[in-house]
């Protein structure tokens, strides 16, 4: 089976712009979770998606927004970037919430200028 | 306060010697995963080992878990150069993963 795909995997962004990531999964999996990286406070949860529906959410600014599609991909929305926006993005699958292994996809690197 | 927490943050070892990285958390879990990142990319699943195990073993990783000191240890047997990355222990506290900051490990040849 083909892995997690992410794209783009990199991205240059200015500030006050909006970007679009997209995260394909591992056939099979309905599960999607995001995540954001930085040096400074390590992988953080932004949200976890299962059969189109958002479960969990974490402390992120409503400027941080997802949605899941039908066949199970799912994209993540950042409007109004800011310059602490810039991170690597992880997104994961599994075939059920939660409980399950993760399977990330390698990521997308976004520098917000 | 993060849920789990890696220790040491960096360790440097030579070729053919042993790692040890701890994890500590602070709620119950059903479970307990170990996770591998090489520089800058996604991270990679290693073990999972579930509460009422104590230890659990595949090819060189070996993890303990001691649910009454809410803790875990992962220990790579003579590592290679290749093991070179970051270590993350993650569980689930509530409804979402939760990851730990990480252990860097370097393995010099």
């Known amino acids: 089976k083909a892995g997690v795909t992410q794209t783009p995997r990199y991205l240059i962004k200015t500030r006050g712009q909006q970007v679009t990531l997209s995260c394909s999964p591992i056939s099979g999996h309905r599960s999607v979770s995001w995540y954001q990286q930085t040096p400074g406070q390590g992988l953080q949860f932004l949200f976890e998606?299962?059969?189109?529906?958002?479960?969990n959410k974490g402390n992120f600014p409503g400027r941080f927004s997802g949605r899941q599609f039908s066949n199970s991909r799912s994209e993540m929305n950042v409007s109004t970037l800011e310059l602490g926006d810039s991170a690597l993005y992880l997104c994961?699958?599994?075939?059920?919430?939660?409980?399950?292994?993760?399977?990330f996809g390698p990521g997308t690197r976004l520098l917000v200028l | 306060s993060q849920q789990g927490e890696e220790d040491p943050q960096a360790l440097s070892i030579q070729e053919g010697e042993n790692a040890t990285m701890n994890c500590s958390y602070k709620t119950s879990i059903n479970n307990l995963q170990w996770y591998r990142q090489n520089s800058g990319r996604g991270l990679v699943h290693l073990i999972l080992?579930?509460?009422?195990?104590r230890e659990k073993h595949s090819g060189r990783l070996r993890v303990t878990l001691d649910t009454s000191k809410k803790s875990s240890s992962l220990l790579i047997t003579a590592s290679r150069a290749a093991d070179t990355a970051s270590y993350f222990c993650?569980?689930?506290?509530?409804?979402?993963?939760?990851f730990g900051p990480g252990t860097r490990l370097s393995v010099l040849p």
């Open positions: 998606y299962f059969s189109e529906t958002q479960r």
């Open positions: 080992i579930r509460s009422n195990e």
């Open positions: 994961a699958s599994s075939l059920m919430p939660t409980q399950e292994t993760q399977y």
């Open positions: 993650a569980t689930v506290p509530g409804q979402n993963f939760v």
